[in-house]
């Protein structure tokens, strides 16, 4: 029998949605490699003969009949629609995180990039999407909290007057080679 090798698996969610991308080279799209019930995903595929394989015992419960599979030349991404809108604190139902596993911060959205939002109460303000933002690996959970709620700032109204805007430190003022902003 052949040993299972663990691939690389980037996960990430908004609040409708938990994406696995699970980065192995050569799948067979007819070998249908991914299993997917109401609490756990399953992937096994043998490339080159070697076997791939990962289980995962979901945090949560997602709605198999609307999830997707993309088998593509380096990688098999899944989409789970999630029976419950709303955010999970991790992927897997275990604390412990399997080596193997990582949030993918390149499709980082913060909770208010889902659905629209209007600047002003009255409706008056333009409505717009917030952007995806990038964070940098190898950062405190406080720094990218702090980064997160700048983030949150500069997605608010910019017709706010500037002296409403004070405290929100703007782009031009910022050291563009000052990754962590230490000197604020």
């Not at 088998?71 to 991404?77: A, C, F, H, M, Q």
Request: glycine residues 4%; charged residues 30%.
């Amino acid at each position: 029998m052949l040993q299972a090798s663990l691939p690389q698996v980037l996960w990430s969610e908004n609040i409708f949605t938990v994406r696995l991308s699970i980065k192995v080279v050569g799948v067979n799209p007819k070998s249908d490699p991914v299993q997917i019930t109401e609490n756990s995903v399953t992937f096994r595929a043998l490339v080159d003969g070697k076997v791939y394989s990962v289980e995962y015992i979901l945090y949560d419960s997602i709605l198999p009949a609307r999830s997707q599979v993309k088998i593509s030349s380096g990688e098999v991404t899944i989409v789970l629609r999630k029976n419950q809108k709303g955010r999970w604190p991790r992927l897997i139902k275990l604390k412990a995180k399997p080596a193997n596993l990582l949030y993918d911060f390149d499709r980082y959205e913060d909770s208010s990039s889902a659905e629209d939002e209007d600047c002003d109460e009255d409706g008056a303000g333009p409505t717009r999407k917030s952007k995806k933002i990038r964070l940098p690996t190898g950062i405190s959970a406080e720094k990218k909290q702090e980064i997160m709620e700048r983030h949150r700032l500069e997605q608010s109204c910019s017709t706010q007057s500037s002296d409403e805007n004070e405290g929100i430190i703007r782009n031009d003022d910022r050291d563009p080679y000052d990754i962590f902003d230490v000197g604020h």
